[in-house]
């Protein structure tokens, strides 16, 4: 389909697009990669009057170290992102998670601060920057301002970037000695959105979790950080613990994410259950009643039809699994049902065992 008309404009500095964004009011877009944008036009999705390419802003591009942050600019490609030296020696998890995205040809197109910008809670870079605590730098008609990633994912879709400012860089910070990290994605086939993920970082003293971020993909309009699972995690035994305090910074604190990671999708936290019922904040006795009398639907639908095939007798209490196979588009929260009916003694049991 033919997109519709627009006027294109080009700047090569930051100042001059925020000018022609103000110029052209709320009915501009700042075009990035291009790759949610574009197709979006070409559906007559999107009707912008103003088109502003910031693929001619050099400043944009790049990663570098200030001080204890990485500053990624915003438009960094995913595949430069990939590949930075930096990137890899500092902040791993990045790399790892950007790897993730799609297939080659949009990681070479696609930029980070557009994927972030565009905010869409399958991509896979919101849930890391929420568990990175990264800090957003955005530059408006009344300059440069900061924003936290807490701060920074408003809504779906929806950011704290307004009509006329423009991302300018990610700030994340440097982990030091003792962090790990990993991203766990489930994916119905290879390159697709993520059903669920959860990136995880883990800050490991004496064969033990002395810290744990992790941001949860897909759960929410927004991503969402799993601070009940977190305090879980903190201060519990690593599993072989002995192999842990060898190597700072090495193999076995990638391990120790990787299994925080794991294990993330298995804690019943509050936060999943709020995103099933927002109004529900009253503790977790209500929590829990809530997720059983209210979001159980599809395994009440899966005990009936299971009931009505003469596959569980009656009055008989259906086995609690893990839905990992099979799963059709949009129904992650069957999963996330599945996940968070794992007991709190069981997941003790794993991080103990």
């Given at each position: 389909?033919?997109?519709?008309?627009?006027?294109?404009?080009?700047?090569?500095?930051?100042?001059?697009?925020?000018?022609?964004?103000?110029?052209?009011?709320?009915?501009?877009?700042?075009?990035?990669?291009?790759?949610?944008?574009?197709?979006?036009?070409?559906?007559?999705?999107?009707?912008?009057?103003?088109?502003?390419?910031?693929?001619?802003?050099?400043?944009?591009?790049?990663?570098?170290?200030?001080?204890?942050?990485?500053?990624?600019?915003?438009?960094?490609?995913?595949?430069?992102?990939?590949?930075?030296?930096?990137?890899?020696?500092?902040?791993?998890?990045?790399?790892?998670?950007?790897?993730?995205?799609?297939?080659?040809?949009?990681?070479?197109?696609?930029?980070?601060?557009?994927?972030?910008?565009?905010?869409?809670?399958?991509?896979?870079?919101?849930?890391?920057?929420?568990?990175?605590?990264?800090?957003?730098?955005?530059?408006?008609?009344?300059?440069?301002?900061?924003?936290?990633?807490?701060?920074?994912?408003?809504?779906?879709?929806?950011?704290?970037?307004?009509?006329?400012?423009?991302?300018?860089?990610?700030?994340?910070?440097?982990?030091?000695?003792?962090?790990?990290?990993?991203?766990?994605?489930?994916?119905?086939?290879?390159?697709?959105?993520?059903?669920?993920?959860?990136?995880?970082?883990?800050?490991?003293?004496?064969g033990s979790i002395a810290e744990a971020r992790i941001g949860?993909?897909?759960?929410?309009?927004?991503?969402?950080?799993?601070?009940?699972?977190?305090?879980?995690?903190?201060?519990?035994?690593?599993?072989?613990?002995?192999?842990?305090?060898?190597?700072?910074?090495?193999?076995?604190?990638?391990?120790?994410?990787?299994?925080?990671?794991?294990?993330?999708?298995?804690?019943?936290?509050?936060?999943?259950?709020?995103?099933?019922?927002?109004?529900?904040?009253?503790?977790?006795?209500?929590?829990?009643?809530?997720?059983?009398?209210?979001?159980?639907?599809?395994?009440?639908?899966?005990?009936?039809?299971?009931?009505?095939?003469?596959?569980?007798?009656?009055?008989?209490?259906?086995?609690?699994?893990?839905?990992?196979?099979?799963?059709?588009?949009?129904?992650?929260?069957?999963?996330?049902?599945?996940?968070?009916?794992?007991?709190?003694?069981?997941?003790?049991?794993?991080?103990?065992?």
């Amino acid at each position: 389909m033919i997109p519709p008309e627009f006027d294109y404009l080009r700047p090569h500095a930051v100042d001059a697009a925020v000018t022609e964004l103000g110029r052209a009011g709320e009915d501009a877009k700042v075009l990035a990669g291009g790759q949610s944008l574009l197709p979006l036009l070409r559906l007559r999705l999107a009707y912008p009057t103003v088109l502003v390419d910031l693929g001619g802003v050099g400043e944009l591009r790049g990663v570098r170290r200030d001080g204890d942050e990485l500053v990624i600019g915003s438009m960094t490609t995913h595949h430069e992102v990939m590949h930075d030296p930096l990137v890899a020696e500092h902040c791993p998890l990045l790399a790892q998670a950007t790897s993730t995205v799609a297939d080659p040809a949009v990681r070479h197109r696609g930029t980070f601060g557009g994927a972030l910008s565009h905010a869409d809670p399958a991509g896979d870079l919101p849930a890391v920057a929420a568990a990175l605590e990264a800090t957003f730098v955005i530059e408006g008609p009344n300059g440069r301002r900061s924003v936290p990633a807490a701060e920074f994912f408003s809504d779906y879709l929806e950011t704290a970037v307004q009509p006329g400012e423009v991302l300018v860089e990610v700030r994340v910070p440097v982990l030091g000695p003792g962090w790990g990290s990993a991203y766990e994605k489930f994916n119905r086939v290879a390159q697709a959105w993520a059903v669920v993920g959860v990136a995880a970082l883990v800050r490991t003293e004496g064969g033990s979790i002395a810290e744990a971020r992790i941001g949860l993909t897909n759960m929410g309009p927004t991503p969402v950080r799993a601070s009940a699972c977190e305090q879980a995690h903190a201060q519990r035994n690593l599993p072989g613990h002995e192999q842990t305090t060898k190597s700072p910074g090495g193999p076995a604190f990638a391990r120790a994410a990787g299994f925080v990671a794991e294990n993330a999708l298995r804690v019943p936290t509050p936060d999943r259950q709020r995103r099933r019922d927002p109004e529900c904040d009253a503790g977790d006795e209500r929590h829990r009643a809530c997720h059983e009398h209210g979001h159980g639907v599809q395994r009440q639908v899966r005990v009936r039809g299971e009931r009505r095939q003469g596959k569980l007798a009656e009055g008989a209490q259906p086995e609690r699994r893990e839905h990992k196979v099979g799963v059709s588009g949009g129904n992650h929260l069957r999963i996330a049902d599945a996940w968070a009916e794992t007991a709190d003694a069981a997941v003790a049991a794993m991080v103990t065992s």
